[in-house]
């Protein structure tokens, strides 16, 4: 491990087809934040905030960013990243963790309950797309078929603008050409393919284990936007919630809330944690 800043370490673990980037901040009890296509980077305002209580745990999907696979050809799915995540805990030996996932990082931190619960003490599920849990499921499939046909026609505007219709997620003008109409490096292109083609409909059609969840000892907290009603993630974090028997957490802004708003969603965070 090495030292980015004075804040900051960061370090690399090998795991069964992939090279792991992570960082560490802070002290205290363990608290892992966990995203999923998004990478680390996107939680170190929201991080530089939360260390101040706990150590926090930070980490690139495996795919993405500094965390390399050996086959970029092969699907990512969940109880992968489950499995990544739990040997990231148990490789920097502070655990158990309290874990945050967002988006498909929550898809990701229910699976870590369900095939490691004795390394979570705490599960914050912020807006996990699980499409299989709605009604329009079918409809849902057929449409994320169709989005990786216009992905791989090459026209990426009409992909985003899809993406966004599905996701009932409507964006100003001028964010939305900072999204799809803009240029992006070599590298950023080679890791929005290998999420579109071989990490979200892997996360996004991922089935729960309702019964296992619901016995489960880790404690789960359903995390929804205050701005995301009517969104796909804010039905199916609804429809989790509703399975679970518990009643959703409101967190400030909408689906990237932890990035567009990191202070007040950190201590959102922290109050619903207890230590705030």
């Not at 966990?34 to 980490?59: I, K, R, W």
């Not at 057929?142 to 990786?148: F, V, W």
């Amino acid at each position: 491990m090495t030292a980015a800043s004075t804040d900051t370490r960061t370090g690399t673990l090998t795991v069964p087809g992939a090279r792991l980037h992570y960082e560490i901040r802070g002290t205290g009890p363990l608290l892992a934040l966990h995203a999923a296509p998004m990478d680390s980077a996107s939680f170190a305002p929201a991080a530089a905030v939360l260390a101040e209580h706990f150590t926090v745990l930070t980490g690139d999907p495996r795919g993405i960013a500094r965390s390399t696979v050996d086959d970029r050809d092969a699907d990512v799915t969940p109880d992968q990243r489950a499995d990544d995540l739990a040997s990231v805990i148990e490789h920097v030996d502070a655990g158990p963790a309290v874990v945050f996932g967002s988006s498909g990082g929550a898809v990701s931190a229910l699976s870590l309950v369900q095939r490691h619960p004795h390394l979570v003490t705490t599960v914050v599920a912020h807006e996990p797309p699980l499409a299989e849990l709605v009604n329009d499921r079918e409809q849902l499939r057929a449409a994320h078929d169709d989005l990786i046909t216009t992905y791989l026609s090459g026209d990426r505007r009409a992909y985003w603008a899809d993406f966004l219709k599905i996701a009932n997620i409507q964006l100003p003008e001028y964010v939305f050409e900072a999204i799809a109409g803009g240029s992006i490096d070599e590298s950023q292109a080679a890791d929005e393919r290998f999420a579109v083609l071989h990490m979200d409909n892997q996360t996004t059609f991922w089935q729960p284990d309702l019964a296992l969840l619901r016995a489960a000892e880790p404690r789960i907290v359903i995390g929804i936007g205050e701005d995301s009603a009517g969104q796909l993630c804010d039905r199916t974090s609804r429809a989790l919630a509703a399975a679970l028997g518990i009643e959703p957490t409101l967190f400030p802004g909408d689906h990237t809330g932890f990035a567009e708003v990191p202070s007040a969603f950190a201590h959102r965070l922290l109050a619903v944690l207890g230590s705030d």
